[in-house]
C-alpha cells in the first residue's frame, strides 16, 4: 500500500452509491448525527441516471410521482417540465436535491468499491476501493440499485467488429452521432422499445434484433402544464396516500373488477380508454390481470390487435406480435411511437429465434441468412437484475463466507433488507423486496426509513450487531416465492425477474411480488414487535 491510501476509521457508515438511493439514506443518517460517507464509481450523482443517457432515455413513471416524498419544500418548488420525464431532467433534479440538501461533501466520487469484509471482532466492516484506500464502519447499506449491472451477451466475433459498439446503459457523455450510419440494435425490451424510434430518426438504416416480441403502451408524453402541475402539488398528500395503499407505488386505483365479468364490449371500452390515456396504467384496468390468465388473454388479445393495427406489412406485424407470454407478465414498456417505426423503410426487423445471429464480423452481424453490414451496434440487452449489483465487489460475511457462495443456488435474504451471515449489512431494495414491480423512488424511500429507524432503535438499546435470523430468512423466501406464484409473472420464461437473461444464473424470482402496501406493512410490523426475525445483539 502507497503511503498515500488512507484508511478511515471513524465512520457509522458506508453507503455504496449516490443514486436515488444512496442520497436520501446519507440525508436520513445525517439526521441521526451519524458520521457517514457514500461512495460513487460516476463521476457524478444519479446511478441510473448517471449511466442510462441513450437515445430516447425517459422515466416511464410520471414526472410528479417518479420523485422523493420526504420533503414537501422539494415537493413544491422543482417544476418537471414532461409527463415522463427525459433523464437529463431527472439527473438534474438529482443534483438539484444533492445541493439543495448539501450531501456532496459527504460523497467520494470516481470511486468504486471492490470489496467489504466484516470483522466479528471489531463488529465493523472494512470496505476497500480501488483507490486503494480502507474504510471501516459499523454499518454497511448498498444502494447499489437494481439494474445496474449492464449485461452484454456474448456473442462470438464482437472484438472483431470493424465499427462501433455500446450498451444502452453505458451510453457515452459525449453522445453518439448515428446520423447517416447504419444501425443494428439488439433487444426489445423497456430499453430497446424507448431507444429504436430515435436512433430510426437519424440513422441511414436501423436494423432491429428481436429475440422476443413484446407488448407496449403509448406513453402519450407532452408537456406538463403549469395547470397540471399545479393541481398535482396542491394534492400531494392525497397522491403520497394513493401510492403508500397501492400495490406497485404508482399513484392508480386498480379496478376491483375482473376482466372476465365485463362483457367483451365492456372490455374493449375500457381497454381502449386505457390505451388512448397511456402508459402503466393500463395495468390496473382490471383487477385480474396478472392473476388469471384467462383475464390476462383479453388484455394481450386487446394489445396483439393495437400491433396489427399500427403496423402496415402484415408479416412484419406477425413478427411484433408477443405469443410466449402474457401482457406485463414480463415488465410491460412503454413508447413513443415504437410499433409506428416499423413502417419507415429505413428500418427492418430481424426475429433472431427464426434468423439466429451466428457471429459479429468486421462488418456487421452474420445472421443463419448472411451478414448485415453495420456502422455502429447497439446492446439493448439488459441487466444482470438485482444480484449483479451486489455481486459486482466481493462482499465477505462471517465465517469467511462471500455473498457470492452464500448466493450460489440464488438469493436469499430477510425482508430484501439483509441477508444472514452478513451483520450489519443492509440492502436497500435487495432480492425479496417489492423494488423493480414498484415505482422505484418510493419503495426506496420506504426501505431508507426503515433502516433509519431501525439504526436508531439500536443506538437506543446500546446494540451494535444486526443481523438476519436464518430461520426468518428461510420463511421470508419461501413467502416470496408463494407470492409470485399467486400471480402470472413466474410464467414469463424470459423475464428478467427470473434471472432468465443471463446465461448460467440461478433461475428464482427474486421481487416481492406481494404488494408495496402489505410489504410495508410487514416491515413496519416487524419493527415494531422488535426487529423480529433479527438478532440484536
Ligand atoms: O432490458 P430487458 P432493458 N440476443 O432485459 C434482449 C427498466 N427500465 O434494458 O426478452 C438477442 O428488459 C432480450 O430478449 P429476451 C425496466 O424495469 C426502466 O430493456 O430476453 N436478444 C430483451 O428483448 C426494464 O424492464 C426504464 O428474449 C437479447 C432485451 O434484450 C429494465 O430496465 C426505462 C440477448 C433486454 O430487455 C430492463 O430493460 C428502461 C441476446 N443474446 C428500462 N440478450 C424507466 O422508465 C438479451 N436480449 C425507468
Redesign the pocket.
Known sequence: MSSEKKTTTDLDAVVVGAGFAGLYMLHRLRGLGMGALVLERASGVGGTWYWNRYPGAR???ESYYYCYAFSKELEQEWEWTERYPRQPEIKRYLDHVTDRFDLRRDIRFDTAVTAARYDEDSRSWAVTTDAGDTLTCRYLITAVGC?SAANV?DIPGLETFAGRWNH?GRWPHEGVDVTGKRVGI???????I?AIPVLAEDAAHLTV?Q??A?YSIPARNGPLSAEESAAYKASYDDIRAVQAASTNGHPFVVSDRSALDATPEERDRIYAEAWDRGGLRFRASFRDLLADPDANETASEFLRDRIRDVVDDPETAEKLVPRDHGFATK?PPIDTHYFETYNRDDVSLVD?KATP?EEIVPAGVRTSEGVIELDHLVF????DAMTGPLLSFEITGTGGTTLREAWAAGPRGYLGLQVSGFPNLFTITGPGSPS?LTNMPTTIEQHVDWITGCLAHLREHGVDRIEADPEAERAWGEHVQEAAEATLLPRAA?S?YLGA?VPGKPRVFMPYAGGFARYTRTCTDVAEDGYRGFVLE
Open positions: 422515466c416511464d413513471s439494474l451477451p444502452t439488439v433487444g426489445t425490451g423497456s430499453t430497446g424507448q434484433f429475440r422476443t413484446n415488465r433472431v445471429i439493448a440487452t439488459g441487466f423493480v424470459s428478467w437473461n
